[in-house]
Nanobody
Framework: QVQLVESGGGLVQAGGSLRVSCAASGGTFSSYTMGWFRQAPGKEREFVAAIIWSGDNTYYGDSVKGRFTISRDNAKNTVYLQMNNLKREDTAVYLC???????????????????WGQGTQVTVSS
């Protein structure tokens, strides 16, 4: 069983930066594809970013490309999402997810991920 715990969310002004983290336990983190999704009230869960097991390949949703950076530290079993130039529309609960198959083609698809964290709230004020 894999447990994922997000942290680092909070309130930030538009144009500011924030880094959220996701610590994994109970599995072989270094073999997983990890993803970040977000969900705003009344909206569907949206793909934000993904990173394969080695960190060599990263993928981003169109709305965050060029502003957000996903990274991982396999020694610490942790994946990060650095968010810069935040906008009000980035306000959401941010959830990390683990694809234990280590896939690299369907990273945008929620059903490809086996485990999910509870999420951390990010609120961007104007």
């Amino acid at each position: 069983q894999v447990q994922l715990v997000e942290s680092g969310g909070g309130l930030v002004q538009a144009g500011g930066s924030l880094r959220v983290s996701c610590a994994a336990s109970g599995g072989t983190f270094s073999s997983y594809t990890m993803g970040w999704f977000r969900q705003a009230p009344g909206k569907e869960r949206e793909f934000v970013a993904a990173i394969i097991w080695s960190g060599d390949n990263t993928y981003y949703g169109d709305s965050v490309k060029g502003r957000f950076t996903i990274s991982r530290d396999n020694a610490k079993n942790t994946v990060y999402l650095q968010m810069n130039n935040l906008k009000r529309e980035d306000t959401a609960v941010y959830l990390c997810a683990a694809d234990t198959k280590g896939g690299s083609y369907y990273y945008r698809i929620r059903s490809e991920y086996d485990y999910w964290g509870q999420g951390t709230q990010v609120t961007v004020s104007s």
